[in-house]
C-alpha cells in the first residue's frame, strides 16, 4: 500500500514537472512577429496619438526607462488619458504625445525609439521621438513578462548617475493611484536632481471624499446608537409598568 502511494506521488511529481518545462518551453520559443501595414496603420489611428508641445500634466505613474544619454521615458495616465513624455537628464520637457491604452501598458526605450506595450492588445508599438509609429509588433507570453519587468523596475544606472523614483503612499489607497511621486536623479557624489514631480493631484479628491463618507456615517452611526439606547430604556420602562400592574 505504502509502495503504490509512493509510485502515485512519483509519477504526479514527474507530470508536473514535465507540464513546467513544457510550459517554460514555449514561453521562451514565443516569438514576435511584426504586423502588416494595414493592421499597423489600423492600430496607431485606434491610439489617437496627439504630439503635445508643452507639458504641465500630472497624473498616475506607470512606469520609467532611462537610455545611455540620461534620457528619461516617463509612462502615466491623467483623467483616462495615457502619456508618454520624454525629459532630459536635467528634468528639461523633450518631447511627448497623449495616447489611449485600452488597457495596462509601459514604455522602455528601443535604441533612440521606444517600446510601448500594450498588454490588452499583446502588442508592441514601436514610436519616435516625432510620435510616428516606426513597427508595431504582436506578442504572446513574453509581452506580459516584459510589462511586469518594467512596472515592477524602481531604480536604473546610466552612465554613472542613478535614477529612481520615490511615493509617498496613502495606505488605505492603491500606491500608484494616489499620494506623491517623483523621480530623481542622483549623482556619484549624492546630490540629487528631481527630474519629475506628480505631486498629489490625484489623490485629494478622494481624500476629500473619504473625509465626508466618513463623518457623514460617523454622525448617521451616533445617532443610530442612541435611538436604539433610547428605544432600549422605553421598552425596560414599559416592562417595569407591566410587572408592577
Known amino acids: 500500500m505504502v509502495l503504490n502511494r509512493l509510485k502515485v506521488c512519483f509519477n504526479a511529481i514527474m507530470l508536473i514537472s514535465f507540464l513546467l518545462i513544457v510550459g517554460v518551453f514555449?514561453?521562451?520559443?514565443?516569438?514576435?512577429?511584426?504586423?502588416?501595414e494595414e493592421r499597423k496603420d489600423s492600430v496607431y489611428q485606434n491610439l489617437y496619438v496627439k504630439p503635445l508641445k508643452s507639458?504641465?500634466?500630472?497624473?498616475?505613474?506607470?512606469?520609467?526607462?532611462?537610455?545611455?544619454?540620461?534620457?528619461?521615458?516617463?509612462?502615466?495616465?491623467?483623467?483616462?488619458?495615457?502619456?508618454?513624455?520624454?525629459?532630459?537628464?536635467?528634468?528639461?520637457?523633450?518631447?511627448?504625445?497623449?495616447?489611449?491604452?485600452?488597457?495596462?501598458?509601459?514604455?522602455?526605450?528601443?535604441g533612440e525609439n521606444h517600446n510601448v506595450i500594450l498588454l490588452r492588445e499583446d502588442l508592441s508599438v514601436i514610436m519616435d521621438s516625432s510620435a510616428n509609429c516606426v513597427a508595431i509588433y504582436e506578442y504572446t507570453s513574453f509581452n506580459n513578462t516584459n510589462y511586469r519587468k518594467l512596472i515592477e523596475s524602481y531604480k536604473q544606472?546610466?552612465?554613472?548617475?542613478?535614477?529612481?523614483y520615490e511615493r509617498y503612499p496613502w495606505l488605505i489607497f492603491d500606491e500608484g493611484s494616489i499620494g506623491r511621486f517623483r523621480i530623481i536623479r542622483q549623482s556619484p557624489d549624492g546630490a540629487e536632481k528631481i527630474i519629475y514631480d506628480a505631486g498629489y493631484q490625484k489623490g485629494i479628491f478622494k481624500i476629500v471624499f473619504l473625509i465626508c463618507f466618513f463623518t457623514v456615517a460617523s454622525i448617521s452611526?451616533?445617532?443610530?446608537?442612541?435611538?436604539?439606547?433610547?428605544?432600549?430604556?422605553?421598552?425596560?420602562?414599559?416592562?417595569?409598568?407591566?410587572v408592577q400592574e
Open 26 to 36: 514555449f514561453a521562451i520559443s514565443a516569438k514576435a512577429e511584426e504586423v502588416n
Open 55 to 110: 507639458f504641465d500634466y500630472k497624473g498616475i505613474f506607470i512606469n520609467f526607462d532611462v537610455n545611455e544619454n540620461g534620457d528619461v521615458i516617463v509612462a502615466f495616465e491623467n483623467d483616462r488619458k495615457d502619456y508618454i513624455v520624454v525629459f532630459d537628464k536635467n528634468g528639461v520637457f523633450k518631447y511627448g504625445y497623449q495616447f489611449h491604452s485600452y488597457g495596462g501598458f509601459a514604455v522602455e526605450w528601443i
Open 157 to 164: 544606472v546610466a552612465g554613472e548617475d542613478t535614477f529612481y
Open 221 to 242: 452611526m451616533t445617532r443610530l446608537i442612541k435611538k436604539m439606547i433610547k428605544d432600549i430604556k422605553e421598552n425596560n420602562q414599559k416592562a417595569r409598568k407591566s
